[in-house]
């Protein structure tokens, strides 16, 4: 049996004719770039994750570059984050001129580790970027109280975290700024790269509107520098046609979930989740002491699988000049040895589960 890591194909079927309808209205508007499109899913992202603006942007990467020039973080800034997540987070930090600033992690969340924060904290510190892992959240009362102590920005990384709780409370309603990702893996994907910033600071969420069109207000009048960080009507009426089904969607991840940590809980250290959260399970990582042997294991027997993530950052090469060795952040460095992503869409059968689960603990 043949199973994908994921199986858009699957999604797909379920809204071909939706997609396309709404391709066809914005072809039908000539209207490619900016418009009601783009409108609509602002106001609607911003409603569902229950904060006062949203600002589409080209991807969620942008979005988190996007919201470091809003809050004029540069040169000789210092930021914390976490060693163990896709590189766009340190990246972003890196393209405005300021170092990222490495904190290990949460043994059994991935998430940043919150009680080691205050000790790397300068007179440089301008800001602290949590990343919401898998689709779980950090700590964000703790990093809103440590950022509050010692005037931080606080930028959520959200990209894998759309529709995840705290206490009720969504992600990218908790920072100044929540930086989402559209990439068409994600549980809210597009066709293509897409991105969104939201915000309860109405100056930042304008500052952050002529960012995204090269710095201009009005047109062709520039008193700041920004960049082409657009999103195009085309991924907004994807988005949009997607976004009704979403709650199903983060249903059918927890269900499989829930099968997977009952029927794999005596063979792999299966994902924990704090009591008052709400994981979206953008990914649903195992942890196993012969990860490579299960990797290929599992890739003989045609079953998907991905390792996020195999090289923390701070042994990225591109980062040597920030003076990091291995032994540094060893919980991130032995999460990057063991871990190992399966299938986990809500459109997976039972059966292919089975034979999932079947093939690892075989």
């Not at 109405?202 to 960012?211: C, T, Y």
Request: some cysteine; hydrophobic content about 35%.
């Amino acid at each position: 049996m043949k199973i994908p890591m994921l199986d858009l194909d699957k999604q797909y079927e379920t809204i071909k004719e939706e997609v396309y309808t709404a391709f066809d209205e914005v072809f039908t508007s000539k209207r490619f770039i900016g418009g009601d499109k783009i409108n609509e899913l602002e106001d609607k992202i911003a409603d569902y994750c229950g904060c006062s603006e949203a600002i589409g942007v080209s991807s969620g990467t942008d979005a988190l570059l996007i919201s470091l020039m809003a809050l004029g973080i540069g040169d000789g800034d210092e930021v914390i984050t976490t060693p163990f997540t896709f590189f766009a987070t340190a990246g972003s930090i890196y393209r405005v001129g300021a170092k990222p600033v490495f904190v290990d992690i949460d043994a059994d969340t991935y998430n940043l580790n919150v009680d080691l924060i205050e000790e790397k904290i300068t007179d440089k510190t301008k800001a602290i970027m949590p990343v919401h892992l898998f689709g779980q959240m950090c700590d964000m009362e703790k990093i809103n109280e440590i950022a509050d102590k010692h005037n931080l920005y606080v930028i959520e990384d959200a990209a894998q975290a759309i529709g995840s709780e705290q206490n009720g409370q969504r992600a990218g309603s908790f920072g100044d700024v929540g930086c989402f990702s559209f990439f068409p893996s994600k549980n809210l994907g597009g066709a293509g790269d897409g991105g969104m910033v939201t915000t309860n600071d109405e100056s930042l969420a304008e500052k952050v509107r002529i960012l995204r069109n090269h710095g201009s207000k009005p047109k062709y009048h520039h008193k700041i520098i920004g960049g082409n960080f657009r999103l195009d009507a085309l991924q907004a009426a994807i988005l949009l046609t997607k976004l009704p089904h979403l709650e199903k969607w983060h249903y059918g991840r927890k269900k499989n979930a829930e099968y997977y940590d009952k029927k794999l809980a005596n063979i792999s250290k299966t994902p924990f989740v704090k009591s008052n959260n709400r994981m979206i399970y953008n990914q649903y990582t195992l942890l196993f002491e012969n990860r490579d042997e299960m990797q290929n294991k599992l890739t003989e027997a045609e079953i998907g699988n991905a390792i996020y993530y195999p090289r923390p950052l701070h042994l990225q090469e591109c980062f040597s000049y920030l003076g990091y060795g291995k032994g540094d952040f060893p919980v991130s460095e032995h999460a990057a040895e063991h871990v190992l992503s399966i299938p986990i869409y809500g459109e997976l059968t039972k059966n292919q589960q089975d034979y999932i689960i079947s093939t690892i603990r075989g």
